[in-house]
Every structure is written in structure tokens, then in C-alpha cells.
């Protein structure tokens, strides 16, 4: 697409991957200074992303490194969403390739988010075809909570998902977790059930709705700091998110004010292998600071 006013480049980069085809799929916008919100979300829609990122100028309170610190305002196909943790870091690894790696500053709708890049580039900011990157990206969430949810409210989520209350495992109580958007962990006794996903689009959706949710965090233990993940995304307008940032924020935190991990954590996140897209997303726990880490390679789409 060819840079002009009316129609600025928009970069195809995927997020939580190395490979083009593993990850999440975003876009970035790198200079949205002529848009407005329709125009925003009219790409973004176009695309079909679960998000596309938008940059503009840094509010003048917001500090940071000259060039270096960015206003970033993230858009699903169907709505505005307050942050996206993919997004980010697509975001981030464009930029690393464009002005090298370092710090950055987010101001997002949800809070200020630091994110760290480090690495290499290869050259795929100047668009060669094998997509290499070498680059990795962490965010720093805003400060997080984990609140309950309603015995009403879960039982209409396991209806949506048509999951029988037996499947769910008793050591990850579900909870709606925040770190930027909100999210419902629920856990997966087995394997088997978390891959078996075919859920009612509109149900889930309208209860998602009702809860100010982004996504349903769906998540199977295998082992004490590996787990696998699922998040459908019905209110963004996609079945399925292939690697979800801002969830792993989330999870991160309801993970350490249940106990399930220590205060001081890696944990490692497998998703998107049930959609042929697979992700790792690492997740930092530091004792003494609430706030998550997120972290995870990303590439740009040839």
C-alpha cells in the first residue's frame, strides 16, 4: 500500500512468534496522525486482525526518550479496544527495526506501558522476503486485579462454551482477571478439553458484553510454569485470538494472588497450536512489584 495522507502504510507484523506463520497476526500503523476514528477502525476491519495498533504523538505529560515514546491506540474489526498486548509487541519489534532496539513508551487508553526491545534486526524493515527479525519485545502491564464472578455469570459462560462444570479444574478457579482488559480465566481439567472448542458465537459474545470482558482465558496446567491457553474473542469480532499479550498479563497476575505459582515467576504460555498458529508467550512475575511482564519474539509478515 502506498504511503499518502489519506491511506498511510499499514505493516502486517505477527506477535509470541519467530515464523510468520506461528503467533498473532497485527497491524501497525506508524503514523496515525491523519486518521480519525472511523478511518481507524475502517482499517482495521479491512485487515481483519483480531487488533491493528495506531501511533500518534506522545502526550507532552508522558516523558520517555525523545522519539522513543508514542500515544498507541488499538482497534478490532469491530471495536476500539483498550490495549492489546500483541499489538504492542508487533509494535515494538516495528520499531526496533526502524529506529533499534531500547526502551519505548505506550500511552495507552488502559495506562503508561514500558516495553522493552532487544535484539537484532535482519532487515526486515526494509521488507526482505524471509521475514527475519531476531528482535523480542516485553511489556510492562499497568497495575492489575483479579476480582470473583457470579455463580449466575458462570454458568451462563460454561453454557456459551457448552462445557460441562465437571470439566473445569479445580485448581485454576475461575476469576476475571485485568492488566489493561479484562478477561475470565477459566481452567481445563484435560488436555482434550481445552483443544475441543466450537462454542455459540452470539451467547458468548453478549455475556462478554454484559462483563466488559475482551477475552475468555481458557487454560490447561502442564506443568508448575507451563500451561496452554486459549482465548475466544467473539467481541472483537474473531472466533479465536492466536496469542493474546494482554490475557498472559492477566493470567499472570490472577496466577500469583491465588498461589498456583511464586511471586517470583517465569511462566511459559503455549497458544495457538489448536489453530495451527502456535505462540509461546513468557510471562515474568517480580515479588514486590504487582505489575506483569510479557515478553515474546515477533516478526514481520512478507
Known sequence: MTETAA???????????????????????????GLDEAAMLGIAAELGYSETAFLTAPPEALGGEPGRAFTVRYFSPKAEVPFCGHATVATAVALGERIGPGELLFAT???????????????????????GSGLRATLTSVEPHVEAI??????????ALD??????????????????????????????????????FARLEALMRRLDLTTVQLVHRAGPAVFHVRDPFPVGGVV???????????FGAYARELGLVPADAELTLHQGEDMGRPGVLTVELRAGDPRVRVGGAGVRIP
Not at 449466575?152 to 453454557?159: R, S
Not at 473445569?168 to 472448542?197: N, S
Open 7 to 33: 491511506t498511510p502504510e499499514v505493516l502486517r507484523y505477527t506477535a509470541f512468534s519467530a515464523d510468520p506463520a506461528g503467533g498473532n497476526p497485527a497491524g501497525v500503523v506508524l503514523d496515525a496522525s
Open 240 to 250: 479465536e485470538d492466536p496469542a493474546t499479550g494482554a490475557a498472559a498479563a492477566a
Open 163 to 200: 462445557w460441562p462444570a465437571a470439566d473445569l479444574d479445580p485448581g485454576i478457579p475461575p476469576r476475571i482477571a485485568y492488566a489493561g482488559a479484562r478477561h475470565l480465566v477459566l481452567g481445563a481439567a484435560t488436555r482434550a478439553r481445552l483443544a475441543d472448542l466450537a462454542y455459540d
Open 109 to 131: 487508553r488502559a495506562g503508561t506501558v514500558p516495553v522493552s526491545v532487544t535484539g537484532s534486526a535482519t532487515g526486515s524493515a526494509t521488507g526482505s522476503q524471509d521475514g
Open 150 to 159: 457470579s455463580d449466575a455469570d458462570l454458568a451462563e459462560a460454561l453454557a
